[in-house]
């Protein structure tokens, strides 16, 4: 992985964790997850789509599952599983001594 890439994947993980931050209670009387902004939360998981179609591609199980947590519910618990699959792809990259292994 290049030196640019792994940058671009740390600062989505800062930004997810400042989406994570934003959690609220989803109200009183109301049963369901954390809320979290909806705004913010959306412009995270596109650019993180973004570059992982980018590094693995549209058929990768990096994008796949990412895009499953995100697809069904944007709140909280769905988000936080979503920043753990990017943190994942950090982590493998970093213990393969920064090589990515894309699928040909």
Not at 9 to 19: D, K, P, S
Not at 85 to 95: F, G, T
């Amino acid at each position: 992985m290049d030196e640019k890439t792994k940058k671009r994947i740390e600062e989505l993980i800062a930004v997810g964790e400042q989406v994570l931050a934003t959690k609220r209670s989803p109200g009183e009387h109301v049963i369901g997850d954390f809320r979290i902004d909806a705004n913010m939360a959306y412009l995270w998981a596109t650019s993180v789509q973004h570059l992982l179609v980018s590094i693995f591609g549209q058929e990768s199980e990096q994008y796949r599952k990412f895009s499953y947590q995100l697809g069904r519910q944007l709140t909280f618990s769905p988000a936080s599983r979503a920043l753990a699959i990017l943190k994942s792809v950090l982590d493998d990259c970093e213990r393969d001594h920064g090589h990515l292994a894309v699928p040909g």
